[in-house]
C-alpha cells in the first residue's frame, strides 16, 4: 500500500525536477548564443536565441501542469526564470550590440551598457509583474528589438535613437500585456501571438534572404500588442 501511494508522488517529483532542468537549458542556449556571436555567426546566434525563447514561453505552462510549487518546492523556479530572462533578452543582445555594427561604434560599449543597467532595475522591481498580470514599463524586449534592427538594416544613429527612447521606457509606469496571461481579448491575443511567432521563427531561420515581408506583417501584431498595453485598463477589463 505504502509503495502504491509514494510511486505517483515519485514520478510527479522527476517531472517537476525535469520541467526546472528544461527551464535551466535557458543558461545553455545563452552561453551558444554568445560564442555564436563572437565567432560572427548570426544564422547560429538567432536560432540559439528562437531556442531560448521557445523554452521560456513554455516553461511556465510545464510548470504549472507538474505543480513544481509543490512536487519540486526546494527551487524557487520564478528566481530561476528570471536570472535566464535576465541573460537572454539583456545580456545576449548587450553582447550584439558591442559585436555587432548595427549602432555607430564609439556608442556601442554606453547602448550596450545602458541596457544591462536599466534592465537590472527593470527585473528587480517588486511590481515589475504586476498582480493584475502586466509587465510595468518596456519588458526588456533587447533581443527582440536586437534582431528587428539587424534584418531591419536602419541607419545606426537611429537604431541608437530607439534603443534610448527603450531605455527611457523601462523608468514610464506603462502597463505592457503579458500575452499568456492577458485577460482582455485573450483569445484573440493569443492566437495573434501564436501567428506573430510563426511567421517570426520563419523569417528569422531564412537570415540573410528573409523574405523583406515578414518584418512588415510583423508590424500588425506590435501595433497590436501597444494598443491593447496603451488601452485604459478598467476599460479593457470591462470587455
Do not use: E
Not at 538567432?46 to 510548470?63: E, N, R, Y
Not at 510595468?136 to 538594416?153: D, H, T
Not at 537604431?159 to 496571461?181: G, T
Amino acid at each position: 500500500m505504502k509503495n502504491s501511494m509514494t510511486r505517483p508522488n515519485l514520478f510527479r517529483s522527476i517531472a517537476a525536477w525535469g520541467v526546472h532542468l528544461f527551464t535551466a537549458t535557458g543558461a545553455v542556449w545563452g552561453l551558444l548564443a554568445i560564442l555564436a556571436i563572437f565567432d560572427g555567426d548570426y544564422k547560429m546566434m538567432i536560432v540559439w536565441i528562437i531556442v531560448a525563447i521557445l523554452v521560456d514561453s513554455f516553461d511556465g505552462m510545464l510548470a504549472r501542469w507538474a505543480d513544481v510549487k509543490k512536487y519540486a518546492s526546494g527551487m524557487d523556479g520564478a528566481l530561476l526564470d528570471n536570472i535566464l530572462d535576465y541573460l537572454n533578452y539583456v545580456v545576449v543582445p548587450a553582447f550584439f550590440l558591442i559585436q555587432s555594427d548595427i549602432l555607430p561604434a564609439p556608442v556601442r560599449l554606453l547602448a550596450a551598457c545602458s541596457i544591462l543597467l536599466t534592465s537590472a532595475y527593470q527585473f528587480t522591481q517588486t511590481d515589475a509583474k504586476t498582480a493584475d498580470n502586466y509587465f510595468k514599463g518596456f519588458p526588456s524586449y533587447w533581443n527582440v528589438l536586437a534582431l528587428y534592427m539587424l534584418l531591419m538594416g536602419l541607419p545606426q544613429w537611429v537604431n541608437f535613437s530607439l534603443l534610448m527612447a527603450c531605455n527611457v521606457l523601462v523608468f514610464v509606469p506603462v502597463k505592457y500585456i503579458y500575452p499568456s496571461r492577458n485577460r482582455v481579448l485573450r483569445h484573440l491575443t493569443l492566437a495573434f501571438t501564436y501567428l506573430y511567432a510563426a511567421i517570426g521563427v520563419w523569417g528569422l531561420l531564412q537570415y540573410p534572404n528573409q523574405p523583406g515581408w515578414v518584418v512588415w506583417v510583423s508590424f500588425v501584431y506590435v501595433a497590436y500588442y501597444i494598443a491593447l498595453s496603451l488601452m485604459p485598463k478598467n476599460k479593457a477589463h470591462a470587455h
